[in-house]
């Protein structure tokens, strides 16, 4: 069986995580993607993210995004290097980068720059405010987009301070959104012959990401704030809430999930009392009832509740980043993968979420420069070139 982008070619000019988040997906699916790294400036800067190494110019991070892609190391700022950059646009299907938005045109990695040598060719820009206006020339991340789109404001405790998710999900978003955008422009330069740029701004993206709450403010005038034990903005139950040994997350966002949960604690006192008979009511009285709730299901142990109300009713227990990983139903799906890295034998990954009828590729993220020899050598450059170009300090 053949990968579903086998015969992609994506080049990417991506450090840190929107760009390798993107890419991977790509990667992960078949495509070549070709990683183009500064070796005088030493890569992906994740290559240094600590606190976690594998060696020279390796670590956890960059493996964590850059699993399935090959690493040619080129001076983009020297013209033998664009040179190298024409003769693979030439063989591509896109290119893809998250450099800063006033770089791209600077780099020559506009559909403009790059349309003369492959007319098809779909030019990906992310960025953290866009290539034009007063904030192209601004860096961003993650944590600052979350910040001004509001996201701060609706985590935590509400008498709290401001706080961000976890995770860089706006990175990851921007990543996903872009891999989305590359396909759809793949298949439009298929039917018209002609590719396009296409920008995504981790702003942009963050903004979008406000949905409900935002349609609920742009119509009503209506600010959504932060709702204890984190809760939902509207239905009721559904939070966390306190058991025997930790804490379960209950979600009831219909009248029937209730009614069953009310069902399956033996308490149909709750599920007659007006104050909670409807889901308005529910949500009007909800200080009423969290307590309530509070101490009936801290008679048992999380995992004794999941027992019961499990396939019932929506509900998890809420886990740590150590009880998530070894979950044994994570596990028993195939959840953690083990790439061969040469420094690391048994060096384990989190596998792609995608699942085909097919095993995906499994090889750990290429070394700096590791490919440079073989893509240079498929453009059709012969030994001596490719030692010119090495002694030049192009690659």
Same mark, same amino acid.
């Given at each position: 069986?053949?990968?579903?982008?086998?015969?992609?070619?994506?080049?990417?000019?991506?450090?840190?995580?929107?760009?390798?988040? &993107?890419?991977?997906?790509?990667?992960?699916?078949?495509?070549?993607?070709?990683?183009?790294?500064?070796?005088?400036?030493?890569?992906?800067?994740?290559?240094?993210?600590?606190?976690?190494?594998?060696?020279?110019?390796?670590?956890?991070?960059?493996?964590?995004?850059?699993?399935?892609?090959?690493?040619?190391?080129?001076?983009?700022?020297?013209?033998?290097?664009?040179?190298?950059?024409?003769?693979?646009?030439?063989?591509?299907?896109?290119?893809?980068?998250?450099?800063?938005?006033?770089?791209?045109?600077?780099? &020559?990695?506009?559909?403009?720059?790059?349309?003369?040598?492959?007319?098809?060719?779909?030019?990906?820009?992310?960025?953290?405010?866009?290539?034009?206006?007063?904030?192209?020339?601004?860096?961003?991340?993650?944590?600052?987009?979350?910040?001004?789109?509001?996201?701060?404001?609706?985590?935590?405790?509400?008498?709290?301070?401001?706080?961000?998710?976890?995770?860089?999900?706006?990175?990851?978003?921007?990543?996903?959104?872009?891999?989305?955008?590359?396909?759809?422009?793949?298949?439009?330069?298929?039917?018209?012959?002609?590719?396009?740029?296409?920008?995504?701004?981790?702003?942009?993206?963050?903004?979008?990401?406000?949905?409900?709450?935002?349609?609920?403010?742009?119509?009503?005038?209506?600010?959504?704030?932060?709702?204890?034990?984190?809760?939902?903005?509207?239905?009721?139950?559904?939070?966390?809430?306190?058991?025997?040994?930790?804490?379960?997350?209950?979600?009831?966002?219909?009248?029937?999930?209730?009614?069953?949960?009310?069902?399956?604690?033996?308490?149909?006192?709750?599920?007659?009392?007006?104050?909670?008979? &409807?889901?308005?009511?529910?949500?009007?009285?909800?200080?009423?009832?969290?307590?309530?709730?509070?101490?009936?299901?801290?008679?048992?142990?999380?995992?004794?509740?999941?027992?019961?109300?499990?396939?019932?009713?929506?509900?998890?227990?809420?886990?740590?980043?150590?009880?998530?990983?070894?979950?044994?139903?994570?596990?028993?799906?195939?959840?953690?993968?083990?790439?061969?890295?040469?420094?690391?034998?048994?060096?384990?990954?989190?596998?792609?979420?995608?699942?085909?009828?097919?095993?995906?590729?499994?090889?750990?993220?290429?070394?700096?420069?590791?490919?440079?020899?073989?893509?240079?050598?498929?453009?059709?450059?012969?030994?001596?070139?490719?030692?010119?170009?090495?002694?030049?300090?192009?690659?």
């Amino acid at each position: 069986m053949t990968l579903p982008l086998t015969g992609l070619r994506i080049i990417a000019i991506e450090h840190w995580g929107a760009g390798p988040y &993107g890419s991977g997906h790509l990667a992960d699916l078949g495509a070549d993607v070709i990683k183009i790294e500064n070796r005088h400036l030493g890569g992906d800067a994740s290559r240094g993210a600590g606190p976690h190494f594998l060696g020279e110019n390796d670590s956890h991070f960059f493996q964590t995004f850059n699993r399935n892609k090959r690493s040619l190391s080129l001076d983009l700022k020297q013209d033998e290097g664009q040179t190298v950059l024409h003769r693979l646009a030439n063989t591509a299907d896109a290119l893809l980068h998250n450099l800063r938005g006033d770089q791209a045109g600077k780099l &020559g990695l506009t559909y403009a720059d790059l349309s003369p040598y492959n007319p098809k060719i779909v030019c990906a820009h992310i960025s953290a405010y866009g290539r034009d206006g007063e904030r192209s020339a601004w860096p961003g991340f993650d944590y600052l987009m979350q910040a001004e789109a509001g996201f701060y404001s609706l985590t935590g405790e509400p008498e709290g301070p401001p706080a961000r998710f976890g995770l860089s999900m706006v990175d990851f978003m921007t990543g996903a959104t872009t891999s989305t955008a590359v396909l759809a422009g793949i298949l439009g330069a298929r039917e018209t012959g002609e590719g396009r740029d296409i920008d995504v701004t981790l702003y942009d993206v963050a903004m979008h990401q406000l949905t409900y709450p935002g349609v609920w403010y742009l119509n009503e005038e209506f600010v959504t704030e932060r709702v204890a034990r984190s809760g939902h903005p509207y239905a009721v139950p559904s939070q966390h809430y306190r058991t025997a040994d930790g804490w379960i997350l209950i979600m009831c966002q219909s009248q029937h999930f209730w009614e069953t949960f009310c069902d399956l604690l033996k308490r149909s006192d709750l599920k007659e009392d007006t104050r909670f008979v &409807g889901p308005q009511e529910r949500y009007e009285n909800r200080d009423a009832l969290t307590p309530l709730l509070d101490e009936h299901l801290g008679n048992r142990a999380t995992a004794d509740w999941i027992a019961v109300l499990g396939g019932q009713i929506p509900c998890a227990p809420v886990n740590d980043i150590a009880q998530a990983l070894d979950n044994p139903f994570f596990r028993d799906r195939g959840g953690v993968q083990e790439v061969p890295h040469p420094e690391r034998p048994g060096f384990k990954l989190i596998a792609n979420p995608i699942r085909l009828d097919e095993p995906l590729p499994n090889r750990p993220g290429p070394q700096l420069g590791g490919d440079t020899d073989d893509i240079l050598t498929e453009l059709g450059y012969l030994d001596w070139e490719i030692d010119s170009l090495r002694g030049a300090g192009i690659i």
